[in-house]
């Protein structure tokens, strides 16, 4: 039997939770299989109010209710971590409650993993759903994120992979800074598939210009040693074609601050503590639907 956990942060957002929930229990249908469901509840102030009794081919349903506010990647981190404590072998998947990341493709990355289990499959996007500006920034970004680290970093944290692939991913705690970083940082062995980004189920994208520069600076951050030696060999090239002892002082300069920058910032976000003790509570829903309770962790 094939076990499966499907993980999702949430915020906020019951509405959205909901459809997801019930768009999952239509296209994960798979004989000898089980679906587990993991939401991590991102410190909602509003109450989660979950429609489960049509919900019959998940199994089971989690809810980790965080003491305070992370943000999604590090709520992805803690679900991971939570996961990690299952000794079982299973088929791990990763993606968005707000229906961007398209769950009617959850099938297809979970079919290559469980076929590849050495290999992460990440849903790179063929389509973006973003105004023009922000896809615009998007793509300087990942421009710039390419010439410091030497990355393609085209993806999100809609994906899929078997739980064999924790050990490397947990080799450290990149993961706590940017889902994607890390595991492009850690795992060798990433393929990334075509998939559109959908559009929300409500509301409107939480992706804005604040949280394109914060995520940048996350990600830049896991590739510090990377972007060091990256930027000796971009100074010495660009002395050497332009020679121009002022630009070349200007290049020393700028990247210094910037190495000294991204350490600073890996220092004061470092994490230094058991993420899993983030979690106040476990809220448990049975297959039968009839028995929720909740668990102090």
């Known amino acids: 039997m094939n076990n499966i956990f499907i993980l999702t942060p949430t915020f906020n957002d019951s509405r959205s939770l909901n459809k997801l929930l019930f768009v999952l229990n239509k296209s994960i249908r798979?004989?000898?299989?089980?679906?587990r469901v993991i939401i991590v509840n991102d410190c909602s102030s509003e109450k989660i109010d979950l429609k489960t009794k049509s919900l019959h081919n998940i199994d089971n349903i989690k809810i980790l209710n965080?003491?305070?506010n992370v943000g999604s990647q590090k709520a992805i981190y803690i679900g991971l971590k939570y996961i990690e404590k299952y000794k079982y072998k299973s088929i791990i998947s990763v993606l968005d409650s707000d229906g961007e990341d398209d769950p009617f493709k959850l099938k297809k990355l979970i079919d290559l993993a469980i076929k590849e289990k050495g290999i992460i499959f990440a849903a790179s996007r063929s389509r973006r759903r973003e105004n023009i500006l922000l896809r615009t920034l998007n793509k300087i970004r990942l421009l710039i994120t390419f010439i410091l680290t030497g990355k393609n970093m085209n993806f999100g944290n809609f994906s899929a992979f078997a739980s064999v692939n924790l050990k490397n991913i947990f080799l450290?705690?990149?993961?706590w800074l940017?889902?994607?970083g890390g595991i492009?940082?850690?795992c060798k062995k990433i393929k990334l598939i075509s998939i559109e980004k959908k559009k929300r189920y409500y509301g409107i994208?939480?992706?804005?210009l604040k949280f394109l520069l914060d995520h940048s600076i996350k990600i830049i951050c896991i590739f510090r040693k990377e972007i060091f030696i990256r930027s000796i060999f971009i100074i010495s090239l660009m002395i050497f074609i332009i020679k121009d002892q002022y630009f070349g002082v200007q290049l020393i300069i700028f990247f210094s601050l910037l190495n000294i920058f991204i350490n600073?910032?890996?220092r004061v976000n470092k994490l230094n503590f058991n993420p899993l003790k983030l979690i106040g509570s476990v809220s448990i829903l049975k297959k039968n639907r009839q028995l929720q309770t909740i668990i102090n962790f």
Do not use: P
């Open 184 to 186: 492009l940082k850690n």
């Open 172 to 175: 450290n705690t990149n993961l």
């Open 30 to 35: 798979k004989k000898n299989t089980k679906f």
């Open 205 to 208: 994208s939480k992706v804005n």
């Open 66 to 68: 965080l003491k305070k």
């Open 178 to 180: 940017a889902y994607s």
């Open 264 to 266: 600073i910032y890996n």
